[in-house]
């Protein structure tokens, strides 16, 4: 079902009246035509890009640490960076909700999360389904274009790495949260309300990147990515990363759902023309290099000195 | 994250070993290129279709009733059915799987209910994302592309009204379901392995057609869907519905999920025509009239006389 753009476009019933409520709350960023599906239009040369990222309670986060606002608006802008990741403009979204009875009162409010980050980006809300369920998940699927999309086999051997930000502010408040703490208002806000680098990512394509992810998985596990897929071998300088307030490089290796970007390219790229731009720093963390006799992966180091590396972020592995 | 084409192009960890070993189950139908975001090619001139359907365990299936193989299968079935009711051809599909420690012995038996239907309707598999959770949920995505899409609001006064295939199968499914007993091998086939109309709805658009949509609620919601979005009063006559063995007018009426299309269009489209060529009957149901003094919506109709309209399927409604 697509979100239709007035009262009229669906027939009645229940589960008809909570979707036309909640189209009326997203107002004009819900667009559609009431149809089975949504119909788009690609401007001519511009390929299409698509990921889904779902968020479930008690996987991707918990009910007592956010409000619901923030829960659905991190849930749009974890897809929203992989759009974010390949270089992309977004071109609409489409938002799948598992709403249980005991988050019924809060729908308004999660409505109002997804059309945040939806307006935040200029990504148009075409279509969606509602359905209930005995927990909450907000599934995400997001559509971009691109005219050369970033890609993570583009790395290559004698790249520079660069990141995007500053790290380790979501673990930091997780680990807060765990601890039935308040995280620090800068941990909370980087924890609560990601921003997806879109027009950073751009920027740095426009200016000669070769490969890009999103730190979702901590920044040493995402390079282990980007080496897989470009056949190479990434280090990177713990020592080197950039720090929020308060983290360990240590912390800043392991912390996940960043979604700052991690980007391969030359050297010559100006950092100091992009924290200009952006009010955020580019930081050189490390180099691309030939694949060892192990095969692709991540060496990292402190001090020029290879020390093992700080173990990821994996939700299949935690309990 | 998208389904990566071989086991270089994701990094080490448990989530990323499950998805592997996915991605290696479904071979040839599952593309992408390990990055953020799959990227996709579209023909210049054709637009973008897009659907999103979510099925979750106890809500829209039970376990005890279907293979794991069908509930893959069916979800994915619900998500093309959208782009055939638009006329549309499948371009991708994404499939975001929640999958519960009891289900992961089936994960494979999953993936091969996507991949039957993936492949029965060429539509390669470019996407997903798998978490975990507490109840089995399979959120699918499915883009298309069309040159003129089938929209619901383009019924006009004077259309007939036809529908594909045979109703009431999967509601005595279902009921029988609910009794503890099995259904008939062809109640049970119609809700276990319900066919998206792809190449009917295309062939029908050719016709002439002016409106479609899939049955999903029942055909009188539907119809109330299509008379909302095309401002019409939509009569239908029971008596005239076409009926799976053993239902009756009543049951067919009200039976959801048939994934059959309710299409308005010339009375001239030839029944038989489309019967030599698909192997299901196309069906006179009623006509397509001026907005009543009550609004859009349908008339029920039994030997050409009113009668309340049988009550349809909404998953808010039902316990």
Redesign the interface.
């Known amino acids: 079902?697509?979100a239709?753009n007035n009262h009229?476009?669906?027939?009645?019933?229940?589960?008809?009246d909570?979707v036309r409520a909640t189209i009326a709350r997203w107002g004009a960023i819900a667009r559609g035509?009431?149809?089975?599906?949504?119909?788009?239009?690609?401007p001519?040369?511009?390929?299409?890009?698509?990921?889904?990222?779902?968020s479930?309670e008690?996987?991707?986060f918990r009910r007592a640490w956010l409000t619901p606002e923030e829960i659905a608006y991190r849930a749009g802008a974890a897809a929203i960076?992989?759009?974010a990741?390949?270089g992309?403009t977004p071109l609409?979204m489409?938002?799948?909700l598992?709403l249980p009875d005991n988050w019924r009162e809060q729908s308004m409010a999660l409505a109002d999360g997804i059309a945040i980050i939806a307006r935040d980006t200029s990504t148009p809300i075409?279509?969606?389904?509602l359905?209930?369920?005995?927990?909450l998940?907000i599934?995400v699927?997001?559509?971009?274009t691109?005219l050369h999309?970033l890609?993570?086999?583009g790395a290559k051997t004698g790249d520079t790495l660069w990141v995007t930000g500053r790290l380790g502010g979501p673990l930091l408040a997780l680990k807060s949260f765990e601890r039935g703490q308040d995280p620090t208002p800068i941990h909370r806000q980087r924890f609560a309300r990601p921003v997806p680098r879109l027009r950073e990512a751009q920027w740095l394509a426009g200016r000669g990147a070769t490969a890009a992810?999103?730190i979702s998985?901590g920044v040493v596990?995402?390079a282990?990515?980007l080496?897989?897929?470009s056949?190479t071998q990434i280090s990177i300088d713990l020592d080197r990363l950039p720090l929020i307030d308060g983290a360990s490089p240590e912390v800043a290796a392991r912390s996940g759902e960043e979604y700052e970007l991690l980007v391969t390219g030359p050297s010559t790229i100006d950092a100091l023309e992009f924290e200009r731009e952006f009010g955020i720093p580019l930081t050189v963390i490390g180099t691309v290099g030939k694949v060892g006799a192990s095969g692709?992966g991540?060496v990292t180091r402190v001090a020029g000195a290879s020390v093992p590396a700080p173990k990821?972020h994996?939700?299949?592995?935690v309990p």
Not at 141 to 144: A, F, I, N, P, S
Request: zero cysteines; glycine letters at 14%.
């Open positions: 079902m697509t239709p009229l476009t669906l027939g009645p019933g229940a589960e008809f909570a035509t009431g149809d089975d599906g949504a119909v788009l239009d690609v001519a040369g511009l390929k299409i890009v698509v990921s889904t990222d779902t479930v008690n996987v991707h960076s992989d759009l990741a390949m992309a609409a489409t938002v799948a598992t075409v279509g969606g389904d359905t209930t369920g005995s927990e998940s599934g699927t997001v559509l971009g691109v999309p890609v993570r086999s992810i999103d998985d596990s995402d282990g990515h080496a897989a897929a056949h692709p991540v990821g994996d939700h299949f592995s």
